[in-house]
């Protein structure tokens, strides 16, 4: 690649966040929340509302950024740490082979945590990790201590530091404490911070890909004590509760700080929303802090800019927390992309409501770079999308997404068009159809509906196409078959560990 072609070409800013629920915008109405960076963004850009992460856990949704596939194809269909990742083509891999300086900047979390992935360089920090932390079986070079970046930065400044300091588990989903340190030590002021120094340090020859990828807002939920000042006595809004969702908690499992689900203690439930909303304008504010910046070095209009999250948050939402479930607030995500130099043509301040995925994230970058997208690339470039100026695109665009996670008895397949969804628990035989078009908390359940059964033997035909042939056994003659055991990692996966 020529240093004239490669000057053409634009830089690529993916931002991501971890767990950040799709509604957290005050561009959508929220009643409380403030993300004035991202509204600009979203007004001057194109947002996407019906995104969703068809994995919603960390390491399958990592996988479909970085491969473009289909969680069937990169085997990742449930959670599970430590399964090396030996993908041959990844996005940063193919951006830095057409020319592009690649760099990553905050979470990975692959295995082994170093892989660069196809990057030329990582700083990392992957936020807590159990098994990364472990002093008794885990070999020194996989120890946290020897992977991380942002601690031994974090104990350059205050000798002895350490995540654990606030008390605080990194899946405490309920217990909210602000950060006791000053603000530019928390780890999101580290990660913009490690992010306008690689401006310094590119190559000014080629275009960058930088992802620079946050930690938070998952848990722990520890903002800087003024972004928890402006919501701590804010009035916020309720968790919405189905119709169908729990009633009682006669084990107490609310009580546990790192409960998926049950009735929680509304203090101590309002104090962690308040925190999860603050932990998001912060992360806002930190963007507009490297947005100058990136204008100061005069690439701002030479950027094409893509936000988004690897899943959400359900925050009480049915009396639920964290993530994994097919729910909206699990799997439904935010997606905005800008392009201050107009480089795609794309259609600003416009809204598409086509069904998009994670997946689609490597070819629509590798388009914008002018890069070729290889075979093994099964999402779909989103520009079309984009410039249609509110009319369909010419090309067919996907009906539905399938969505899945392994998770014990907690174990789902979905079907979702964004406008209704069929939800089949494969461990008991559950089953919940919502019409999100008319009903978007999901609050009630339409399974026994007289009206609803042609829209849900609809959908549990497309869900017994996808699931056709799976190794599980979930389909059997032409109908789903409850219990069969679930795998968090498909064969072909563990075949090449």
Known sequence: MTTSTNEQRPNILLITVDQMRYDCLSLLGHPVIETPNLDELARTGVRFDHAYSATPTCVPARAAIFTGQKQTSHGRVGYQDRVPWNYDKTLPGELAKSGYHTQCVGKMHVYPARSLLGFHNVILHDGYLHHNRNKHSVPMQEHFDEVDDYLPWLR??????DLLDLGLDCNASTV???WALPEHLHPTNWTVSQSIDFLRRRDPRKPFFLWMSFVRPHSPLDPPQAYFDLYKD????DPVIGDWALKED????????????GLVPKRRLRNAMAAYYALITHIDHQIGRFLQVLDEYGERNNTIIMFTSDHGELMGDHHLFRKTLPYEGSTHIPFIVNDPGDHLGLDKGAVVSEIIELRDIMPSLLEAASTEIPDSVE??????LARANGKSPERPW???LHGEHAQGMDSTQWITDGWEKYIWYSQTGEEQFFNLAEDPGELHNLMDSPQAQERIHYWRSVLIQELEGREEGYVQDG???VGRTPVNILAH???NE
Request: net charge positive; proline share 12%; aromatic share 2%.
């Open 379 to 384: 999402g779909d470039s989103i520009w079309d």
């Open 398 to 400: 996907r009906e539905h």
């Open 234 to 237: 804010a009035d916020l809004p």
């Open 250 to 261: 006669p084990q107490g499992i609310g009580l546990n700080p790192v409960t998926s689900k």
């Open 479 to 481: 109908r789903l078959v």
């Open 493 to 495: 996966l563990r075949s």
């Open 156 to 161: 350059a400044q205050v000798p002895g530091a």
């Open 176 to 178: 909210a404490r602000p």
